[in-house]
């Protein structure tokens, strides 16, 4: 499966943006989906995962409430509704699939599939 994110750009902190990740390929509806994030100078971290049926999903302490993972089946596209936005959320943000995730969804070695990243700079 190959994936390309999209929808990272310069938003006020309080705003909104919503990424997207179009897979291509065989088989999107049976990969668990996620997407993490890296900040400039820092380690790349876990946002948030759904799993392949979108009967769970987890999220990062430091985005819940606040952001929102969804997928749809027939356009092949996982999906990252991100409301409240500070300048901390600022980083590349990139998604990932792998197939049997969902038991430890955080962990990257899960997802051995990767989009490019898009930038999402958050201005205070």
């Known amino acids: 499966v190959q994936l390309q994110a999209s929808g990272g750009g310069l938003v006020q902190a309080g705003g909104s943006l919503r990424l997207t990740c179009a897979a291509s390929?065989?088989?999107?509806?049976?990969?668990?989906m996620a997407w993490f994030r890296q900040a400039p100078g820092n380690e790349r971290e876990f946002v948030a995962a759904?799993?392949?049926?979108?009967?769970?999903?987890d999220y990062a302490d430091s985005v819940k409430g606040r952001f929102t993972i969804s997928r749809d089946h027939l356009s092949k596209m996982v999906f990252l509704e991100m409301n409240s936005l500070e300048p901390e959320d600022t980083a590349v943000y990139s998604c990932a699939a792998g197939r049997d995730a969902s038991a430890r969804p955080r962990r990257e070695d899960e997802y051995p599939y990767w989009g490019q990243g898009t930038l999402v700079t958050v201005s205070s």
């Open positions: 759904i799993n392949w049926r979108a009967s769970s999903s």
């Open positions: 390929g065989r088989f999107f509806s049976d990969y668990d």
